[in-house]
T-cell receptor, first 114, second 115 residues
Framework: DAGVIQSPRHEVTEMGQEVTLRCKPI?????LFWYRQTMMRGLELLIY????????DSGMPEDRFSAKMPNASFSTLKIQPSEPRDSAVYFC????????????FGEGSWLTVV | DQQVKQNSPSLSVQEGRISILNCDYT??????FLWYKKYPAEGPTFLIS?????DKNEDGRFTVFLNKSAKHLSLHIVPSQPGDSAVYFC??????????????FGQGTRLTINP
């Protein structure tokens, strides 16, 4: 069975450009999470959805970040405009019936903003 | 405000010896704790968990200990193997507080097992 699928795996973009990261959760999972990994802060939760509805976006750093989940099999994380400090690995993850159950992560999207 | 802290960024252990990874938390509402393991260029994968009603959970070579009064947990790996070299993340959440079921991760500890 396919795991969480993220694209692109690597993205290098110039400051000011729009970046869109994509995620396909595991089929049947009803929770989807977006995390960001940095050296200083480890894995930070940006936002999570339950049944396609955003539940908590308090981790989204600024208005430049937005996330959508138009259906149960697809989510996007958009950064507009991007800045060098946004450079990080962005992980999408999904679980069945909440974070108290095992969360499965994708392989991550490595973003570099120059 | 870092609610889950792993104060050791790295740890080096000889193969066959015990590896002990530590984690501290500040939120007394946390009642479920997990360890995730991450290899380079891969996403984190679940390793072991413990509920706050227990003080120890064991799974093969991996044991997690929880000290609620000290708000501290540790992961023991015995014996350590080269394949255990990875970054280990401690995580915690509250399963009882409505609307607060967020899994909070620490910064991670890079474990290196030397042959």
């Amino acid at each position: 069975d396919a795991g969480v699928i993220q694209s692109p795996r690597h993205e290098v973009t110039e400051m000011g450009q729009e970046v869109t990261l994509r995620c396909k959760p595991i089929s049947g999972h009803d929770y989807l999470f977006w995390y960001r990994q940095t050296m200083m802060r480890g894995l930070e939760l940006l936002i999570y959805f339950n049944n396609n509805v955003p539940i908590d976006d308090s981790g989204m750093p600024e208005d430049r970040f937005s996330a959508k989940m138009p259906n149960a099999s697809f989510s996007t994380l958009k950064i507009q405009p991007s800045e060098p400090r946004d450079s990080a690995v962005y992980f999408c993850a999904s679980s069945f019936r909440g974070p108290g159950n095992t969360i499965y992560f994708g392989e991550g999207s490595w973003l570099t903003v120059v | 405000d870092q609610q889950v802290k792993q104060n050791s960024p790295s740890l080096s252990v000889q193969e066959g010896r015990i590896s002990i990874l530590n984690c501290d938390y500040t939120n007394s509402m946390f009642d479920y704790f997990l360890w995730y393991k991450k290899y380079p260029a891969e996403g984190p994968t679940f390793l072991i968990s413990i509920s706050s009603i227990k003080d120890k959970n064991e799974d093969g070579r991996f044991t997690v200990f929880l000290n609620k009064s000290a708000k501290h947990l540790s992961l023991h790996i015995v014996p350590s193997q080269p394949g255990d070299s990875a970054v280990y993340f401690c995580a915690a959440l509250s399963r009882v507080v409505q609307g607060a079921q967020k899994l909070v991760f620490g910064q991670g500890t890079r474990l290196t097992i030397n042959p």
